[in-house]
């Protein structure tokens, strides 16, 4: 009796040292041009060549900037780093979806969009985010550039096996919640380190109910609990969501694929190293107060007290609150916020879209708040405009970007003032992760498109 | 294990040194080495922005509360709070660290990928208890030319201020790695054959 984790590693391990790591094949990975340049000059220097270039695929997407760009980067310096990918990849003859390509975005939105992300792979990339991929199924995780190198050197990661975790969510989510306010909710009751160590199954009613986007958004935020990965098994809507994709299989091929594909779930009586159960129908809208995505709370709750945390945590948390300026104790409800960022490899899918449009619909943004909408992909772009969302959008006082990582890091120019409020769907409310000073504080797509229209934290059901 | 001897890799056996303390809990990469400072295309200089924004204030001149501007504090090893190197997969934090001057870091709990990227980078994550943790903070704090003994070899780490020591894991393979300064490329690239004959039994 095998979890799904157990049958993807055991089909995939090479070698193990002995007493040491396991050697890891890995079916795909992406590169992003951040993370990338130092691997490349390692090969160089090494004399190698890209073992298996038909399984890596490039896309530059933390630099990219989210106006014009038509134009070439002004920053010199992100300019350089787009430009060395490009070069890398022609001298190693890689795919390369450059800035403005039909399928350049973020990376973990472009994968599965495109059906180069698939049921029982193993996959990587320079980000830890990559754990958005095993909603497809998969063994995907985050790895850094001495492993990108290893992984272009021979497509082998040296990796421990990481031990297993189940999350079983009982019931269904209310309405107006959504699967971030579920992901924040779990990594605020796990801690930012809670699942170090461990490689994460999410199952259970609430997840089964989930579409493959909301899926997505789930298991990409695994890594902020500390996790190696997450994943969910595959099912119906798992092969509805990758048939006909560009790179999916086809035809007879198809069929035996999902035949496959079937087999990978947890066998009944499968031991975890680790089990929770959660109920999803305690679930409420999120936001976090703090400068971690553990820090979080039901929209409608209050900053925990002093005394409420833990004596070694207390520094910490009296340091976060203020980088943040908040009091313990206090609401967030109706603070007053200054930037929206609708977004990033968590939130900038065509569904995040969706709910965010239809919460405005009618409704005009708040004067003094500055929304940046960015999709996650020029695919995602093109069903906005399909669907006729921008339209709304527009009529409501928002206007849409080009896709890229933008305000999630600001690596670009989108980036948030020293001191002032981001009611942000991205992943992460480190400090100043959205530009120095920035305060963050992350939500779903429903609370930023409700404290867009009001101007402050707004729970989206009031 | 692999037969060629990595590039430039320094080797590591034993190191006693006094201490850098950062009794911070959560110490996320975004705070070893801020997104603005990723955009190098090499490994060099990252130990300049290491804690950047900690370090420096928004007209770049050093923010004398911060330890590593506290010349009272120096040394090869830096003591951090729980859960040191959360969030995200940047090497270049590994980078910062190891280009600073820092060859071990010491904490009652690690990230991951942290903790892999630093092994790759010859910087040694060494795991203590918590209480551990706290006698050295401590110690620091009474005196600050305590030092530690790190045996790479005993897996033993000593804090010479109280004699107190404590073993801790690292996994062979990777011991052996340090000792030898080998590094896992040299080792995949050997394993070539094996790569091949795996891919196409799986076919
Ligand atoms: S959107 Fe944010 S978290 Fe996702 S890959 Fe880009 S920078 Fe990383």
Redo the contacts with the bound molecule.
Sequence with gaps: MKTLFDKIWEAHVVSTVQDGPTQLYIDRMYCHEVTSPQAFDGLRNRGLKVFRPSQITCIP??NIPTINQEAPIADPISKKQVDTLERNTKEFGLTHYHMGHEKNG???VVGPENGLSLPGMTMVCG?S?TSTHGALGAVAFGIGTSEVEMVLATQCVFQSRPKTMRLNFHGRLKAGVTSKDLALYVIAKMTTGGATGYFVEYAGEAIRAMSMEERLTVCNLSIEMGARGGMIAPDEVTFDYIKGREFAPKGAEWDAAVEKWKALKSDEGATFDKEIDFDATDIEPMVTYGTNPGMGMGINESIPTLESIDEAGRISFAKSLEYMGFNAGEKMLGKSIDYVFLG???NGRIEDFRQFTEYVKGKKKADHVIAWLVPGSWAVDKQIKAEGLDKILTEAGFELRQPG?SA??AMNDDKVPAGKYAVST???NFEGRQGPGARTILAGPLVAAAAAVNGCITDPRA | MGELEGANMEKFITLTSTVVPLPIENVDTDQIIPARFLKATSKDGFGDNLFRDWRYDKNDQPIASFVLNNPTYNGEILVAGKNFGSGSSREHAAWAIAGYGFKVVVSSFFADIFKNNAMNNFVLPVVVSEEFLAEIFDGVNANPAITLTINLEEQIITNNSNGKSESFQINPYKKECFVKGLDDIDYLISKKDMIERYEIARV
Excluded: V
């Design positions: 997407d933390h973020i990376i973990h980000d985010h990033s490899c968590t990582c999630c890091l991205s992943n992460r």
